[in-house]
């Protein structure tokens, strides 16, 4: 009982891990974005996130949301990229 109480001691006295934080940006912002800054904010976010092998609950939200932001800006990405236009051959 000792034991187990010296741990939760010592764990509540240690700093706590940071969970990288994904940069979040509203569809305002998204909008306002160039491409260069989109890819930017892609990479950074990816910079943030933590294996799926995690065990922390709260590293494993924190991916979630990482997950979820790209998807938002890639999506963003998508409209400001001029799509290639399918070349037809005669």
């Known amino acids: 009982m000792k034991k187990l109480l010296c741990i939760i001691l010592l764990a509540s006295t240690?700093?706590?891990f940071a969970v990288p934080k994904c940069i979040r940006y509203t569809t305002t912002e998204l909008n306002a974005?160039?491409?260069d800054e989109l890819k930017a904010?892609?990479?950074q976010n990816k910079e943030n996130m933590w294996g799926y092998s995690s065990?922390?609950?709260a590293e494993r939200a924190?991916?979630?949301n990482c997950l979820?932001?790209?998807q938002r800006i890639s999506s963003a990405l998508e409209m400001k990229t001029p799509k290639k236009q399918a070349s037809t051959q005669k």
Do not use: D, R, V
Request: hydrophobic share 50%.
């Open 62 to 64: 924190e991916n979630q």
């Open 68 to 70: 979820i932001q790209n």
């Open 33 to 35: 974005m160039t491409a």
């Open 14 to 16: 240690l700093p706590a």
């Open 55 to 57: 065990f922390s609950s």
């Open 41 to 43: 904010a892609i990479a």
